[in-house]
């Protein structure tokens, strides 16, 4: 069962920039839902939290993120940090606002989604098949073991996919808020709302 999350808001986030493999701190607001999801994630694992393995992205905001969860919910073990649960690399679009993008790539404001935008007209990021690969090879090593991950909006889309076997339309409109607690178990995705 992997209990998944995303990182709190961060100043990028705030300022509508794309971060991608790249950093910003997070806001206050940020600090405070990593509180509540730790919380809620304390709440749903009981006494499964002295023993479960808290595992992270290596990037700043995904660490911090962990931190605060980790200490929320009581969470014994220390974070391990997997580079299989970084964000997408999106190259020169990195630090860029949505509007910054659209004037430099036609056809990007036509994109249902930013991850669909990403996927079709990002030139020098990191492709989707890249993305899937890392993730897919992190959701077998998860197999068999109660975690929680802490991770970010693409990267979390598509490990979410792949856990339910989605298609690639259904997995360009799913959500990703920074404000939820997501189990993963069974083939089966469940949404638990932070406390």
């Known amino acids: ?27 206050a607001l940020g600090r405070e839902q990593a509180a509540a999801l730790g919380r809620a994630l304390g709440a749903e694992l009981g006494e ?38 970084m964000e997408v690399g999106c190259g020169s679009w990195e630090q860029l606002t949505r509007p910054e993008i659209a004037a430099r790539h036609p056809g990007y404001e036509g994109a249902e989604s930013f991850m ?5 007209h990002c030139p020098d990021g990191e492709t989707l098949e890249q993305a899937m690969a890392r993730v897919e ?4 090593w998860a197999e068999g073991r109660t975690v929680v991950a802490v991770s970010h ?25 920074q ?13 638990l709302l932070a406390a």
């Open 1 to 27: 069962m992997i209990y998944l999350l995303r990182h709190g808001q961060t100043q990028f986030n705030a300022e509508r920039r794309i971060q991608g493999q790249c950093d910003s701190p997070l806001t």
């Open 48 to 85: 499964a939290r002295h023993t479960v393995p808290i595992v992270a992205s290596p990037l700043g905001r995904a660490m911090a993120s962990a931190e605060i969860v980790r200490a929320h919910a009581g969470i014994a073990a220390p974070i391990q940090a997997d580079e299989r649960l």
């Open 116 to 120: 669909e935008a990403w996927r079709d």
């Open 137 to 140: 090879d992190w959701l077998r």
């Open 153 to 177: 909006g693409i990267t979390g889309i598509i490990m979410r996919a792949l856990h339910e076997r989605l298609d690639g339309e259904a997995m360009l409109m799913l959500p990703c808020p």
């Open 179 to 191: 404000d939820r607690l997501y189990r993963l178990a069974g083939g089966t995705v469940s949404e």
